[in-house]
């Protein structure tokens, strides 16, 4: 009998634990990213081989996916996307990376987006490695994410993972941990 009293007090413990849980207002939810910054990650093909192809998915700090397709020559886009420099890229320089890029509908929780942006800077101090050689015409398939310097307003890529003629990756957890949740997010560029 003594057992049973000591299970009865237990079960009416652990019910009371539960009801006090019940009643407690729910935790709000995680605040958004507070940034200047707009672009987050992306992922974009690039070919050069049969006729300039650009063309990607990438994510804002706000959630949204955003889609571009650019096809033909660039010297006949009245303004041609191509960096000076990929470490020190201005806002105007990324509007013309995505000019005419639309939003897809499909959205990514702001608390989403901020937990991962953590993880950005930690990618950034890896040293990606050499680029080895895969073939030939088959373009450039490119997961990135970009840290922002708020005091100098610019943007630099972190290069997550590189397919196609040139084969090569980030090799920190940071970015294996990004990488496959922008593959879940995004998807493949088609």
Known sequence: MPRQALLAALSI???TACEGGANRPPTPPDPAPVTQ???????????????????GLVLDTQGN?????????PTALVNPWGPKDMA???????????N???????????????????????????????????????G???????TYDAASRTYAQVMLDNKGDWDSTNPSQAAKTLGVWLNSRLGEVK
């Open 13 to 15: 413990v652990a019910l």
């Open 37 to 55: 910054q707009t672009w987050l990650c992306g992922r974009e093909y690039v070919n050069m081989a049969w006729g300039y192809q650009r063309r």
């Open 65 to 73: 996916i955003w889609k571009y397709d650019f096809r033909g020559s």
């Open 88 to 98: 020190n890229m201005s806002e105007e320089e990324l509007k013309l990376r995505y």
């Open 100 to 138: 005419g890029a639309t939003v897809t509908g499909t959205k990514v929780p702001t608390q989403e987006t901020a937990r991962h942006m953590p993880l950005i800077a930690e990618a950034a101090q890896a040293t990606p490695t050499q680029p080895q050689s895969r073939g030939a015409d088959m």
């Open 140 to 146: 450039q398939n490119t997961l990135y994410c970009y």
